[in-house]
């Protein structure tokens, strides 16, 4: 059991690359997220997948797009990276239900040049 | 809309002292709140969440909480620090509902560090 993995772990992109961030967790649960850390700022909401065919835009969805391909895996692309994509990105999973866990990945470092 | 302010980013205690992690919430409905933990270069953690079960919340590795709603407070504590309690604590509020649409607000984090 895995748990919410990520890749990659860390990423140098030049502005104007392109990359998707890839998610997958095995513990059959409904809901994904993504989100991104900021010094100072907290995790900070960019998309999130109540269930499986749905997206929805969090807090900081501009610059971003996302999949969620099927119930284990949810990706996040940046389509034309900028400086201020630079941030530490995490994957999260939890079951429907609004008092359970969130269940978080290692995360993906990203610097944008 | 919900929220909570984390008072302190940084915050150092002596091995063997008191440790007192603040955070206050507003919520237009009663909450459910959760305290997490960050290690470096690592993934978040639960250490506990109020469900409105108890006020008074046990975690993980000796933390808990109370739950206090006329203060709209729910800090963090332990007896007594060790050395591998040094990492970043978010709180994180979320509506008490379940739509299936329900998301968590994270705090903006409070660091602790360990005097030894």
């Known amino acids: 059991n895995a748990g919410v993995t990520q890749t990659p772990k860390f990423q140098v992109l030049k502005t104007g690359q392109s990359m998707t961030l890839q998610c997958a967790q095995d513990m059959n649960h409904n809901s994904m997220y993504w989100y991104r850390q900021d010094p100072g700022m907290g995790l900070r909401l960019i998309y999130y997948?109540?269930?499986?065919?749905?997206?929805d835009k969090g807090e900081v969805p501009n610059g971003y797009n996302v999949s969620r391909l099927n119930k284990r895996e949810f990706s996040l692309r940046l389509e034309s990276a900028a400086p201020s994509q630079t941030s530490v990105y995490f994957c999260a999973s939890s079951t429907r239900l609004a008092w359970e866990t969130q269940y978080f990945g290692p995360g993906t470092r990203l610097l944008v040049l | 809309a919900q929220s909570v302010t984390q008072l302190g980013s940084h915050v150092s205690v002596s091995e063997g002292a008191l440790v007192l992690l603040r955070c206050n919430y507003s919520s237009s409905v009663p909450p459910y709140l959760f305290w997490y933990v960050q290690y470096p270069n690592q993934g978040l953690q639960l250490l506990l969440k109020y469900t409105s079960a108890a006020t008074l919340v046990k975690g993980i590795n000796g933390f808990e909480a109370e739950f206090k709603k006329s203060e709209t407070s729910f800090h963090l504590t332990k007896p007594s620090a060790h050395m591998s309690d040094a990492a970043e604590y978010f709180c994180a509020v979320k509506r008490g509902s379940n739509f299936g649409n329900e998301k968590l607000t994270f705090g903006t984090g409070t660091r602790l560090t360990i005097i030894p």
């Open positions: 997948s109540a269930s499986e065919g749905t997206t």
